[in-house]
């Protein structure tokens, strides 16, 4: 609980069960509530671990849905617990949850209703080792989706994240893909509401066990970026023109 706010960290999985613990154990539980994990029909034993870890709200999909897919099963359980602050966390520790406090407070504060935890800022990416072609990548994507919808953000294509649950609820989550994009049409369903997107800097690892997208569902992931970028481009040209 933080000042009176319910947090809940929802940790979507798929085939996590060599980093899950490490993760889990950096969660600060002194303000975190619940922690939901939802396994995606992993084939290795997460979501055995996960209940033996002491992880409060297991859900297991019982085929394959997709990442997307995996995220609204997440925020809807985390929304049916009464959240008020939903920190969205990818369990491959990848991304140090000790910046849960910071990104929660933020929220809590009211400062941001939305935090992202940024690779980018701080250098943090290549330090941390992501190879050169998705840091290229990552920052030519960002600077054409930064074109498109008019914000500053330093990257989009984070998997920490945190929200108040009047984003959640304000947002069609169950109306976006079940496949990577999904975190691009969220944040571009939320730039759109209006609502204000604050960065952290995060540090990255990047090593064997954790998860990555192999190359050819990266270039399908990066055409889908163009296409929800320009789309949310022509929204906003289209709503200019109708508000004139």
């Not at 498109?148 to 947002?171: D, P, Q």
């Not at 990255?204 to 789309?231: D, H, Q």
Request: glycine share 10%.
């Amino acid at each position: 609980m933080y000042r009176g706010k319910k947090v809940v960290v929802v940790l979507p999985a798929y085939n996590a069960s060599k980093t899950l613990f490490r993760t889990y154990e950096e969660i600060p539980r002194d303000i975190v509530d619940d922690v939901i994990l939802v396994d995606d029909a992993s084939h290795d034993n997460t979501h055995l671990l996960a209940k033996e870890i002491g992880i409060e709200h297991v859900i297991v999909h019982a085929k394959n849905q997709g990442y997307g897919a995996n995220q609204k099963t997440c925020y809807k359980e985390a929304l049916r617990l009464g959240a008020d602050i939903v920190v969205m966390l990818h369990p491959d520790y990848q991304y140090t949850p000790k910046l849960i406090t910071a990104m929660v407070s933020i929220i809590g504060e009211e400062l941001y209703p939305v935090v992202l935890g940024s690779r980018i800022l701080g250098g943090g990416a290549l330090k941390g080792g992501m190879p050169g072609y998705k840091y290229f990548a990552n920052r030519c994507l960002t600077a054409f989706q930064n074109l498109c919808t008019g914000a500053k953000l330093s990257e989009y294509h984070t998997g920490y994240r945190a929200f108040s649950s009047e984003v959640l609820k304000a947002i069609d989550l169950q109306g976006n893909s079940d496949g990577f994009i999904f975190d691009n049409e969220m944040l571009s369903q939320i730039i759109a509401r209006g609502f204000l997107i604050g960065e952290v800097t995060c540090p990255t690892k990047y090593f064997p066990e954790a998860s990555s997208i192999k190359l050819w569902p990266s270039v399908v992931y990066g055409a889908g970026v163009l296409r929800v970028s320009v789309a949310h481009m022509l929204n906003r040209v289209f709503r200019g023109a109708s508000s004139e």
